[in-house]
């Protein structure tokens, strides 16, 4: 049986492939899809953001300015980010570098030492308020998909269904997997903290497996009910839903959306401690970055 979170990131990436033309009013439900409601491509305009990204669409009508600065922070760049990334591209940097760790953790069993070290990276990873100091970018998983549900609620409070119904649709979704997703990223914490709080090799080693599934629910969501399907529920979603509801968005508008996989930004960010851990490259390659 395949893993839903591995679905999740397929059909994510199905999702940034599509051309514009392909998905219109998809159902919020990444494991379906739906053709009703299409929109007829009519002008197109050159609208700037205050971010520095100009996005050219192809619809009837143009979304509001103030959503595209929104959106343009969630999928272009974010000022207070490190080296400007968008707020997606650093959640899921900083959300993979945490899995990496939490990975390295169990991999030398008779070095429990070793492993309350790796929950610093972990920590710092998803919230460096916590933990100052560690292998991360010093952002924040947290901090990043709060963000994202933040600018997405402000995009959507922006425009009505009839001006952008793509919007209005998918916004609402976008925005309950960025909270679920960070809600998810403190269970982590949590977890991180108890880990470091054993003295039990065998109890510390159960931890770190309930760690590395929580991580891999907050960046691809979990199919709680077993229906077969990601999203659908409150509850299920992770900051890969949230990115798959943006992409429909960006599809529908008729807009490019931006690459989002970090694969290529550990080096120019100094994470090459990531490279030196033990088949860290294997496991970013499963995770498709």
């Known amino acids: 049986m395949v893993p839903p979170y591995s679905i999740a990131a397929r059909l994510l990436r199905v999702a940034l492939l599509l051309p514009p033309a392909a998905v219109h009013a998809q159902d919020p439900d990444p494991g379906r899809s739906s053709l009703a409601g299409r929109l007829t491509p009519a002008d197109t305009a050159v609208v700037p953001l205050v971010t520095g990204f100009e996005g050219v669409l192809e619809g009837s009508a143009a979304l509001p300015q103030d959503a595209l600065v929104h959106l343009g922070y969630i999928a272009e760049r974010y000022p207070d980010a490190p080296s400007e990334l968008s707020l997606l591209k650093a959640a899921m940097l900083e959300g993979e570098i945490a899995a990496a760790w939490a990975r390295v953790s169990g991999v030398d069993t008779l070095d429990l030492e070793r492993t309350h070290r790796a929950m610093d990276n972990v920590i710092h990873a998803l919230d460096p308020e916590q933990m100052p100091d560690g292998a991360g970018m010093g952002f924040g998983f947290l901090r990043a998909a709060q963000a994202v549900g933040l600018h997405a609620q402000l995009a959507t409070l922006t425009a009505s269904d009839t001006v952008a119904p793509a919007l209005a649709f998918h916004g609402p979704f976008m925005v309950r997997a960025a909270r679920e997703a960070g809600a998810r990223a403190n269970d982590a914490v949590a977890l991180a903290r ?17 760690l590395s599934e929580a991580l891999r629910s907050m960046m691809y969501g979990e199919d709680r009910d077993r229906d077969g399907r990601i999203g659908h529920v409150s509850g299920e979603g992770g900051i890969a839903q949230a990115a798959y509801h943006l992409a429909l968005i960006y599809r529908v508008e008729g807009m490019a959306l931006p690459g989002l996989r970090p694969q290529n930004l550990y080096d120019s960010l100094g994470l090459d401690t990531l490279g030196r851990q033990p088949d860290s490259v294997r496991f970013r390659r499963r995770r498709g970055f």
Do not use: H, K, P, Y
């Not at 108890?194 to 309930?210: F, K």
């Open 194 to 210: 108890r880990i470091q709080g054993t003295s039990d090799r065998r109890r510390a080693l159960r931890l770190v497996e309930q």
